[in-house]
Antibody, heavy 118, light 109 residues
Framework: QVQMVQSGAEVKKPGASVKVSCKAS????????MHWVRQAPGRGLEWLGV????????SYAQKFQGRVTLTRDTATSTVYMELSSLTSEDTAVYYC???????????WGQGTLVTVSS | DIQMTQSPSSLSASVGDRVTVTCQAS??????LNWYQQKPGKAPELLIY???NLATGVPSRFSGSGSGTDFTFTINSLQPEDFATYYC???????????FGQGTKVEVK
């Protein structure tokens, strides 16, 4: 079955970077875009960006331009989200979510908690 | 960028009640609108896609309607397991970008 398994929780200091992985299985990796969404404690869902695993093309939310980088490894069907210059405002659960294709609908990872604290 | 305005931000209801949530887009988005349910500590779960289609396995008490800029999500006969937060999500068919509404928390009255 379709599954996205994300890497484990991270604790980072302000100013550092974090890299979260999302390993996909159960479908053809290169056929579906992968999005990243985050949710700060007690807050709503916020879209960070999307990557096309086939060609590697990306699109980012303006708010995160220059600070977020999405990459992929087609050999391992894994997508990575790297966020730099972390502040306490980046403390959140980060989700990867596979896009739909026709009637083959969305699928979300389990989420990765990133805590930024000095 | 398209903005999504969801209301109310929270509501109190009882089991058996009918619950309605609205979402308004800042410009015409056709029917490119999904609704999600999220429970604490869990990833969002798709309930309604393309404004009015029920996702597989979702009970028929959930429904969605609308097109263009105004959308409605309804739970008929609220069940105990429905107390959660609900989000609308706009997607762009040409540019793969997502925008979420602010969320509506459905609480016990």
């Amino acid at each position: 079955q379709v599954q996205m398994v994300q890497s484990g929780a991270e604790v980072k200091k302000p100013g550092a970077s974090v890299k979260v992985s999302c390993k996909a299985s159960g479908y053809t990796f290169t056929h579906y875009n992968m999005h990243w969404v985050r949710q700060a404690p007690g807050r709503g869902l916020e879209w960070l960006g999307v990557i096309n695993p086939s060609g590697g093309g990306t699109s980012y939310a303006q708010k995160f331009q220059g600070r977020v980088t999405l990459t992929r490894d087609t050999a391992t069907s894994t997508v990575y989200m790297e966020l730099s210059s972390l502040t306490s405002e980046d403390t959140a659960v980060y989700y990867c979510a596979r896009d739909r294709r026709g009637d083959d609908l969305y699928s979300w990872g389990q989420g990765t908690l990133v805590t930024v604290s000095s | 960028d398209i903005q999504m305005t969801q209301s109310p931000s929270s509501l109190s209801a009882s089991v058996g009640d009918r619950v309605t949530v609205t979402c308004q887009a800042s410009q015409d988005i056709s029917n490119y609108l999904n609704w999600y349910q999220q429970k604490p500590g869990k990833a969002p779960e798709l309930l309604i896609y393309d404004a009015s289609n029920l996702a597989t396995g979702v009970p028929s008490r959930f429904s969605g309607s609308g097109s263009g800029t105004d959308f409605t999500f309804t739970i008929n006969s609220l069940q105990p397991e429905d107390f959660a937060t609900y989000y609308c999500q706009q997607y762009d068919d040409l540019r793969p970008r997502w925008t979420f509404g602010q969320g509506t928390k459905v609480e016990v009255k």
